[in-house]
T-cell receptor
Framework: AQSVTQPDIHITVSEGASLELRCNYS??????LFWYVQSPGQGLQLLLK??????LVQGIKGFEAEFKRSQSSFNLRKPSVHWSDAAEYFC????????????FGKGTTLSVSS | EPEVTQTPSHQVTQMGQEVILRCVPI?????FYWYRQILGQKVEFLVS????????KSEIFDDQFSVERPDGSNFTLKIRSTKLEDSAMYFC???????????FGQGTRLTVV
């Protein structure tokens, strides 16, 4: 079955500390992977995506993610968290084909403490 | 920067009523999507639409749902007879033919009372 697992429902990180959000996927075809962020009352904004090539991808707002095929993982990282990063983060997997569904994880809520 | 826009941002409707959610996708995009997010749950795919027909749909997208591109700019989701469990945030998205990513709108929060 195709699925995305984000094992951490809620994470609290101190401002300035590093962050890692976990994502594991199960997908029958070649996976194309995405991280989206949703701030309160806002839509889904793409942070970064992985289609092929270098397994470490850089995104907006200082985020990066590493694709590990052997572990079926696509973890999101940031070296130093800012208070404005508090939001909900969704990992998603899909096919490299327009019109196909994205499968989302349940999301991880990030809180940032001062 | 081009964006997907959705109206209204919040809609309240009575159970059994028809509701139409509207979206204006990015102008040069050819693929359009609806997703929903029930409160506290994950974002779920409903349907994708290309060349005036549905290209893929999920089990959620039953006969109560329909989509339409009534003109060159709008993309709509109709729920014929709303149920309490249809209460959710509905996201519209669009992508171009090359498909590098799907761009999402801000969502319409539908509340069925």
């Amino acid at each position: 079955a195709q699925s995305v697992t984000q094992p951490d429902i809620h994470i609290t990180v101190s401002e300035g500390a590093s962050l890692e959000l976990r994502c594991n996927y199960s997908y029958g075809a070649t996976p194309y992977l995405f991280w989206y962020v949703q701030s309160p009352g806002q839509g889904l904004q793409l942070l970064l995506k992985y289609f092929s090539g270098d397994t470490l991808v850089q995104g907006i707002k200082g985020f990066e993610a590493e694709f590990k095929r052997s572990q079926s993982s696509f973890n999101l990282r940031k070296p130093s968290v800012h208070w404005s990063d508090a939001a909900e983060y969704f990992c998603a997997v899909g096919a490299r084909q327009a019109g196909t569904a994205l499968i989302f994880g349940k999301g991880t809520t990030l809180s940032v403490s001062s | 920067e081009p964006e997907v826009t959705q109206t209204p941002s919040h809609q309240v409707t009575q159970m059994g009523q028809e509701v139409i959610l509207r979206c204006v996708p990015i102008s040069n995009h050819l693929y359009f999507y609806w997703y929903r997010q029930i409160l506290g749950q994950k974002v779920e795919f409903l349907v994708s639409f290309y060349n005036n027909e549905i290209s893929e749909k999920s089990e959620i997208f039953d006969d109560q749902f329909s989509v339409e591109r009534p003109d060159g700019s709008n993309f709509t989701l109709k729920i014929r007879s709303t149920k309490l469990e249809d209460s959710a945030m509905y996201f519209c998205a669009s992508s171009d033919a090359g498909y590098t990513e799907a761009f999402f709108g801000q969502g319409t929060r539908l509340t069925v009372v």
